[in-house]
């Protein structure tokens, strides 16, 4: 038995989604969370750079 899965990124997943229409509120709301996610991700990375190189 073998089974073929595909890895797909969640800033490519979230880039797919650009070219979806949505049929629900919830969906918008989703992709609307983990762009916020990816954001707050992105902004703890820069800080937690910034405290570094202030503590070196």
């Given at each position: 038995?073998?089974?073929?899965y595909?890895m797909?990124t969640?800033?490519a997943y ?11 509120v919830?969906?918008?709301?989703i992709?609307?969370?983990?762009e916020?996610?990816l954001l707050?991700v992105?902004r703890?990375q ?11």
């Amino acid at each position: 038995m073998r089974n073929d899965y595909e890895m797909v990124t969640v800033k490519a997943y979230v880039e797919s989604l650009e070219d979806v229409k949505y049929t629900t509120v919830t969906e918008n709301e989703i992709e609307k969370q983990v762009e916020k996610y990816l954001l707050n991700v992105k902004r703890a990375q820069t800080n937690a750079k910034i405290v570094e190189a202030l503590l070196a």
